[in-house]
């Protein structure tokens, strides 16, 4: 049974994998923009004689992909011919607050900014290793 055409598509035009190309170096001036000294050292500005640099991490990934075809059974076009395509990719980042540079009179000074979330999953994670430990010795008593 021939492939009918998608109705948005004549059937001599191209699909739109084969108009639009992927490209990788796009990607990367994409990711280098964001992945810059300036995500890492924030803008500074002074307050009352003191100026303040925040400071944070960054953690980036570039992922691509690509792909390929050949004809195989029931692989290829309605005419026949055999196709593929591939292509696409991604960044992802990362930005987390650590602390600021504090610059006065008395010299540089780091302080270390405070993340509540994993102060609160470190203590919820402490509490269920102290209660399964109490747990683990309660059965073993009332098994003797």
Same mark, same amino acid.
């Given at each position: ?62 992922? #691509?992909? &690509? @792909?390929? +075809?050949?004809?195989?059974? $029931? =692989? %290829? #076009?309605? &005419? @026949?011919? +055999?196709?593929?395509?591939? $292509? =696409? %990719? ?55």
């Amino acid at each position: 049974m021939p492939a009918t055409p998608h109705p948005e598509q004549p059937d001599d035009a191209a699909p739109t994998h084969a108009r639009t190309r992927f490209d990788p170096a796009a990607l990367t001036r994409a990711a280098s923009d964001t992945w810059t000294v300036r995500r890492v050292f924030g803008e500074a500005y002074e307050r009352g004689g003191t100026t303040v640099i925040p400071v944070a991490k960054v953690q980036g990934a570039v992922m #691509t992909g &690509s @792909g390929t +075809g050949e004809v195989g059974a $029931g =692989g %290829g #076009t309605s &005419s @026949g011919e +055999g196709g593929g395509s591939g $292509g =696409g %990719g991604g960044y992802a980042t990362r930005v987390r607050a650590v602390g600021v540079y504090v610059v006065d009179d008395a010299g540089v000074h780091w302080r270390p900014a405070l993340d509540l979330n994993r102060v609160v999953l470190g203590g919820q994670v402490v509490g269920a290793v102290v209660l399964s430990a109490f747990s683990l010795a309660w059965a073993l008593r009332r098994r003797r």
